[in-house]
């Protein structure tokens, strides 16, 4: 069996009174991320994870900034799209690990919702996603709460 491993990262900034989706679920917080689609920074962490372990480019390259149709669009619909690119090319998602670094809100609260949103739209058991979160300890733009970072990995099998 083929096996491919694939590494994904995202920052977006964080803007006040702005929606803050992150695994797509909207968190109770006094500001969002901000983007030109939702920002959903852990959905596009993942999405840069499985396309890069397919060597399919990345997020930007399928869903540009500069393109209208991706503006303020849902992260899900892209994880999508990326799931059905992955199988266009003979592979299948194994899981999900993924780890975000902000000082606030606190998600525990929100994981179980985000790893459901997160398995309907691969496909995947939730238990074979994994978030996490850590902050960054009150220090530079993460801990000023003036950005929002993710970090993903992925498992690719071959069909």
């Not at 060597?55 to 393109?67: A, K, M, R, S, V």
Request: hydrophobic share 40%.
């Amino acid at each position: 069996m083929k096996i491919k491993v694939g590494f994904g990262f995202d920052v977006h900034q964080m803007k006040e009174g702005h929606p803050f989706i992150v695994g797509g679920v909207q968190l109770d917080h006094h500001a969002g991320a901000f983007g030109h689609s939702d920002a959903d920074v852990l959905v596009h962490a993942i999405c840069d994870a499985i396309l890069g372990a397919a060597n399919l480019e990345d997020i930007g390259y399928h869903f540009p900034n500069t393109d209208d149709q991706w503006k303020g669009i849902s992260s899900i619909v892209l994880l999508k799209h990326c799931i059905q690119l992955i199988k266009d090319k003979g592979y299948s998602l194994g899981n999900i690990d993924a780890m975000l670094c902000l000082e606030a809100p606190k998600i525990k609260p929100y994981i179980a919702a985000m790893k459901s949103n997160l398995a309907e739209a691969t496909g995947l058991d939730s238990d074979d996603i994994s978030i996490k979160a850590t902050t960054n300890e009150t220090m530079g733009f993460i801990g000023r709460q003036e950005g929002v970072v993710a970090y993903a990995v992925c498992l690719l099998e071959k069909n």
